[in-house]
């Protein structure tokens, strides 16, 4: 198994309103009102999110903020209740198993597992929504999670760069003195 | 797996998956089938608003852009081409009035039910919604500015769906396009009643259950019935592409294009006329007709 064994640089403390912003930003970047063409292409941010903050987080964010993202989720789509909530338990859930597992790969690698979870997420929505008598909706929406794996080392870096420019911050503010 | 945590916090997150997912399985069957958590959705979208009004605020900010940069001869252009089009659709709307009178006396003749006529309101598009299994559009307009349920959208082509819900500021639009939208409709030509059901795809409908010697054309143009009392009478809704017979199918399959611009439009009209309908006859009605079927205008 291949073992990312470089140096990592050691990341200051997350603070809990980066986390709130950054799922307010999910949020936002979800609604935005896309032409229906782009709109299969563009990612679930707040799945992203989620399956981040559970790798990185996971004695912060876990399956009970999936279920309430999921929920307003459902709202703001005005979709059944609890179609969301479903998937993000589900892939909140497995993002917290394999946790470790994924945190030793590199970033490339780590959208590999990104893929299968969003897949995961796609999925569960679509068999909710198949039990609940609607037809298959056909392999191009699964074409999200592509873009969403694609866009997962993006996601890496900009999501831990309040921690490393504190963190570079400090160091240059320490020597100077 | 249970010596992961040197700390016991709270409980194990195996036991919160199981109940969490039960929980959504709960409210997944709860809100198909019984409409009580229509509070809490109200509650939470007047919370979501400024998050929306963010997210939608690059796409105002486009079109208001690209109305204020165009040019002058595009304008100049268009409004020529307008001002044509008020002409020929005055001169049209004039004998119209008068056919209007006339028919209003007539069917006071006939003691037949009278159309509420009240000024349709005028909309815009925010955005589509996102939900890939259904096909609705959110509109600027709310129960603020006097949008009721199963009130009826239309574009300066055809009808382009139905109001399925009402929040004080926006609406949602179910389209005819939608897998769970009826209309019922007849042909213009021939007065053929029939209704006329979504697929999911956004160009495509089908006219259900119509016998396979029906007397219906590719091109025909089908028009809103007023069976059902929701959909006002004569507005185009579809044109027949296509019809198979099927010989194993009791029913010819006809497929249709919607009239109206159902995905590209950006301004809409929500006609706003209510018809007074008669009361229930008191005798059970024993055989279930096909125009009884178009009843289920609304989607649920």
């Known amino acids: 198994m291949p073992v990312y064994m470089e140096p990592k640089q050691i990341l200051r ?46 004695g912060r964010i876990g399956v009970g903020i999936a279920f309430l993202v999921g929920i307003i ?5 005005a979709n059944v209740f609890g179609q969301h909530a479903l998937a993000y338990v589900v892939v909140a859930f497995v993002a917290w198993q394999w946790r470790r597992r994924i945190l030793m790969h590199t970033l490339l690698q780590q959208s590999a597992h990104a893929l299968v979870l969003l897949l995961l997420a796609q999925l569960t929505m679509v068999i909710t929504r198949m039990l609940g008598g609607g037809p298959f909706i056909g392999l191009g929406y699964f074409v999200s999670s592509i873009t969403g794996a694609l866009l997962w080392s993006t996601l890496s870096h900009m999501l831990q760069a309040p921690q490393r420019q504190s963190v570079k ?6 020597n100077a003195s | ?33 019984y409409r009580v ?119 300066s082509q055809g009808v382009l769906g139905q109001v399925t819900r009402v929040l004080p500021l926006v609406s949602e639009v179910t389209l005819v396009t939608d897998r769970n939208h009826t209309v019922p409709v007849r042909v213009q030509r021939t007065r053929q009643r029939g209704v006329v059901v979504g697929t999911g795809q956004s160009d495509v409908l089908e006219m259900r259950f119509m016998p396979v010697n029906v007397d219906i054309k590719p091109g025909d143009i089908l028009e809103s019935s007023s069976v059902g009392g929701i959909y006002p009478e004569g507005l185009p809704v579809a044109r027949v592409l296509k019809i198979d017979h099927p010989g194993s199918l009791m029913f010819a399959r006809i497929y249709c294009a919607p009239i109206g611009n159902v ?38």
Request: charged fraction near 20%; charge should be neutral.
């Open chain 2, 37 to 155: 958590l229509n509070i809490v959705r109200d509650v939470v979208t007047v919370g979501l608003r400024p998050l929306q009004t963010i997210a939608t605020a690059p796409v105002t900010a486009t079109r208001w852009v690209s109305d204020f940069v165009e040019l002058q001869s595009n304008l100049l252009k268009e409004n020529g081409r307008l001002q044509r089009q008020v002409l020929a659709d005055n001169s049209q709307l004039l004998r119209m009035q008068s056919l209007q009178h006339e028919n209003a006396e007539l069917k006071q003749l006939f003691a037949s039910s009278q159309i509420m006529a009240r000024p349709p309101l005028y909309g815009e598009v925010l955005y589509g919604g996102k939900d890939p299994f259904t096909r609705k559009i959110i509109i600027n307009r709310g129960s603020n500015h006097g949008v009721g349920l199963g009130q009826i959208a239309v574009d």
């Open chain 2, 263 to 300: 995905d590209k439009n950006r301004y809409l009209l929500i006609l706003r006329e209510e018809q007074a309908m008669p009361s229930r006859p008191e005798e059970p009605v024993v055989k279930e007709s096909k125009s009884r079927r178009g009843k289920r205008g609304v989607n649920d």
């Open chain 1, 169 to 174: 911050a400090k160091y240059e503010a320490t």
């Open chain 1, 73 to 77: 989720m459902d709202i703001a789509d």
């Open chain 1, 13 to 58: 403390p997350v603070s809990s309103l980066w986390i709130t912003f950054t799922f307010l930003l999910a949020f936002t970047l979800n609604f935005i009102p896309w032409d229906n063409r782009v709109v299969t292409f563009q990612p679930d941010f707040i799945a992203m999110l989620l399956i981040y903050w559970c790798i990185h987080q996971p």
């Open chain 2, 1 to 33: 797996m249970e010596q992961q945590d040197f700390f016991l916090k709270g409980i194990s997150p195996s036991v919160k998956f199981a109940i969490f997912s039960l929980l959504s399985l709960v409210l997944l069957l709860v809100d198909s089938h």
